[in-house]
């Protein structure tokens, strides 16, 4: 049960942020996007460079968890991508907070399934290289 709940979080948060990055540029190539983006994230996107890095990322993010591959690494990249749309949908646009939710959950249950993986950056004193 616990293989399938992951891999369920895991297809999840890959085909929701494949498709968040690919509309994403539709948005910055000028065209219509093809789901509806919130008016009060497009305002923190002021600059262009700061959308086509977060479009990237999660377009890259989503290929990669779809694919099993570097998923450690991935749920690290995403960590402060999923606070930043929870807590955005929380305080400033409640239209999509089930979905931001769902992600917290997906990421957080990601997170404690590979907590091994993380162990190390929780050492007080590293060790020395041999």
Do not use: W
């Amino acid at each position: 049960m616990t293989g399938i709940l992951m891999q369920i979080s895991r297809l999840f948060l890959g085909v929701v942020f494949l498709i968040a990055g690919i509309n994403g540029y539709f948005v910055i190539l000028g065209l219509g996007p093809f789901i509806a983006t919130s008016p009060e994230a497009m305002v923190l996107f002021e600059f262009d460079y700061l959308l086509i890095a977060e479009k990237s990322l999660e377009v890259i993010c989503g290929i990669l968890l779809l694919t099993n591959q570097f998923i450690p690494l991935v749920l690290a990249i995403l960590t402060p991508i999923v606070a930043n749309i929870f807590l955005l949908h929380l305080f400033l646009d409640h239209s999509l907070l089930l979905l931001a939710s769902l992600l917290v959950l997906s990421l957080g249950y990601l997170l404690f399934f590979y907590r091994k993986s993380y162990m190390g950056l929780l050492e007080r004193k590293s060790n020395p290289l041999p």
